[in-house]
């Protein structure tokens, strides 16, 4: 098992910045792909940005392509979300996972075994 603790998230104005941390523990694996998704009131979860330990591959979505930054640190079992000029819209609550199900694609929610319990990010306008 794994488990995925994330913090970080709060209460910002709109164009500022916040950054998540997700910490990892348990059966971790450097063949893991961890990933950040979001779920607004009323939708569905979305991918936000994913990164592969071995590869140290990026991947993210469109709409925060420019703003947000996913990094990790090995050392620490832990990843980061980077998120700069932040927009209303990012108000969401953030979810850390983590998987190896290579089959589906990174923004895949089904590319993921784990995920955390989730942090809310409010962005005032």
């Known amino acids: 098992q794994v488990q995925l603790v994330e913090s970080g998230g709060g209460l910002v104005q709109a164009g500022g910045s916040l950054r998540l941390s997700c910490a990892a523990s348990?059966?971790?694996?450097?063949?893991?792909?961890m990933g950040w998704f979001r779920q607004a009131p009323g939708k569905e979860r979305e991918f936000v940005a994913a990164i592969t330990w071995s590869a140290a591959s990026t991947y993210y979505a469109d709409s925060v392509k420019g703003r947000f930054t996913i990094s990790g640190d090995n050392a620490k079992s832990t990843v980061y979300l980077q998120m700069n000029s932040l927009k209303p819209e990012d108000t969401a609550v953030y979810y850390c996972?983590?998987?190896?199900?290579?089959?589906?694609?990174?923004?895949?929610?089904?590319?993921?075994?784990?995920w955390g319990q989730g942090t809310q990010v409010t962005v005032s306008s």
């Open positions: 996972a983590a998987g190896s199900r290579f089959s589906f694609m990174s923004y895949d929610n089904r590319a993921y075994n784990y």
């Open positions: 348990g059966r971790t694996s450097r063949s893991f792909r």
